[in-house]
T-cell receptor, first 116, second 115 residues
């Protein structure tokens, strides 16, 4: 079974500082990997996705992530944090299947706090 | 662009009552997924349907059932509601053919509160 592990349930950074949210995956085959953001009482918004086209993936709001097969990692980064980045971030994995089998398995989430 | 539509957005029920949530996928999407997110939890996969047939099953209680109709919309039926069923329920849809990248498109969720 595929899974993702997010290290750090809470991360706090200063405004303007680097954001690094860690995600490691477990899969016997190269999976699809995703980062989603969830603001309080809202739905899940896709930040970016890895589908093997390129190992460095750029997403919305200045976020990017790098797929590293040797480290089985897909860490999310942003060079400069903004107050509006404060939210819950979920890493997710899905198999490369057809026929409706691509359910997402989420990590436990990382709550990002941005301080002045 | 059309998104995944869920209704109702908010629902309040008493214990032992029944609730039905509806999901309208993005046009041409052939797969629907249901997730449950408890307070402070990550979304947990419940069940999915591909071309109106159940394609996968997760941690869905026996008190819950779901189906996908001929117009591809889906309904999640929850009976004998318990306090622990209070959660945000997400529906997502995807298209399995063509440029399938495994991406799921999520609705805004239906918040169920059981009193």
């Amino acid at each position: 079974a595929q899974s993702v592990t997010q290290l750090g349930s809470h991360v706090s950074v200063s405004e303007g500082a680097l954001v690094l949210l860690r995600c490691n995956y477990s899969s016997s085959v190269p999976p699809y990997l995703f980062w989603y953001v969830q603001y309080p009482n809202q739905g899940l918004q896709l930040l970016l996705k890895y589908t093997s086209a390129a190992t460095l993936v750029k997403g919305i709001n200045g976020f990017e992530a790098e797929f590293k097969k040797s480290e089985t990692s897909f860490h999310l980064t942003k060079p400069s944090a903004h107050m509006s980045d404060a939210a819950e971030y979920f890493c997710a994995v899905s198999p490369r299947l057809t026929g409706g089998g691509n359910k997402l398995t989420f990590g436990t989430g990382t709550q990002l706090k941005v301080e002045l | 662009a059309a998104g995944v539509i869920q209704s109702p957005r908010h629902l309040i029920k008493e214990k032992r009552e029944t609730a039905t949530l509806k999901c309208y996928p993005i046009p041409r999407h052939d797969t629907v997924y249901w997730y449950q997110q408890g307070p402070g939890q990550d979304p947990q996969f419940l069940i999915s349907f591909y071309e109106k047939m159940q394609s996968d099953k997760g941690s869905i209680p026996d008190r819950f059932s779901a189906q996908q109709f001929s117009d591809y919309h889906s309904e999640l039926n929850m009976s004998s509601l318990e306090l622990g069923d209070s959660a945000l329920y997400f529906c997502a849809s995807s298209y399995s053919g063509g440029e399938n990248t495994g991406e799921l498109f999520f609705g805004e969720g239906s918040r169920l509160t059981v009193l």
